[in-house]
């Protein structure tokens, strides 16, 4: 029988949270032989909240589920943790500074960050759903100076399922029958959603729509997706982000389908012209456990200009923080 992998949710009692634990502990991320202990983190004031959703957890009673604990404390969430998904995070309030929502992030990714440090597992992985993600992918990885900083990435999952969902729509075909769809830079409106790699069918999938659907219809839709989903349902998406939490976490430890690949944050080795240490989306597969940023694809002109746009809100984030003594 396997271990058990002790695995840590942040913003438990949060609806991106409640729509993920479930999955977790049914097997959805780490498979149908594998229990989990989960840990669950919130802020004091949430901590009963999330109690309650471990009510709920017991009574699925979930064969994999090995053990159930809720707290506030950091360093006990974290202690021998294998896995981290950092979802909770500090939305902007109603005018809220910039500054104000950078240093509200880091004083929290910075803690959890030194928790890491200072007790996670070996093999801890983390993937940062909460936003700003990327940066505080950053902020984390820093204060956690003996984790490799790669084993911290940042979720572009969803964008990418997004632009996957939207090019199968368009080509009238089905979401299994694309590949290689890539998503660049920052989890923010600059983001790149990128189809010049993508093919349909073995098809090119740019022999498929033209440059004026890509610019007017396609990025837009993609990189704006989120607020559709506010103004339609009333509510930020929850199921469809935890779903592509469970993916990244999924395909990084499973390893990617041969001849496909798919979009995660991660820290930049300086490839794509990506400045070193930022963590930006980019192309990778996964294999054994880790994962490759994707080598020596084409870019465009047009790929060129809308990643550098990405890349650069990523570097005035990192400067914002360091600005503030942050990082
Ligand atoms: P959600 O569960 O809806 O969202 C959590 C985070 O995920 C937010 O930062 C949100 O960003 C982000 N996110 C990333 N991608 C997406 C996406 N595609 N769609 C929607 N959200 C996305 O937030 P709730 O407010 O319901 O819950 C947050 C919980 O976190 C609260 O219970 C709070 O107490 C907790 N928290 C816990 C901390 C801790 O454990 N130490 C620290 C801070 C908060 P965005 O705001 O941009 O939508």
Redesign the pocket.
Known sequence: AHDPVTVTV??????????LLFRIASGAMLGPDVPVRLRL???P??VR??EGTALELTDCAFPLLAGLDVM?D?AK?FDGANIAL???????GPGMERAELLSA?AG?FS??GRAINDGAAPDFRAVV?????NTNALIASAHAPDVPARRFTA?TR??HNRAVAQLAAKAGAAVSEVRNVAIWGN?SASQYPDISHATVSGRAASSLVDQEWIEGQFIPRVSQ??AE?IAVRG????A??AN?AIEHMKLWIQGTPAGDWTSMAVPSDGSYGVPEGLFASVPVTAAGGDYAVVRDLDISDFSRSRIDASVAELAAERDAVRGLGLL
Do not use: K
Request: aromatic share 2%; charged share 10%; no cysteine.
């Open positions: 942040t913003g438990a009692a949060g609806q991106i949270g409640y729509a983190l919130e802020v004031q949430a909240a999330a506030d950091p969430a950092l979802v909770g995070a500090r939305p902007r992030n929290i803690v959890q759903v909460g936003n700003p993600a979720m969803l964008d989890h997706r989120g989903v509510g930020s998406s929850a469809s982000a592509a």
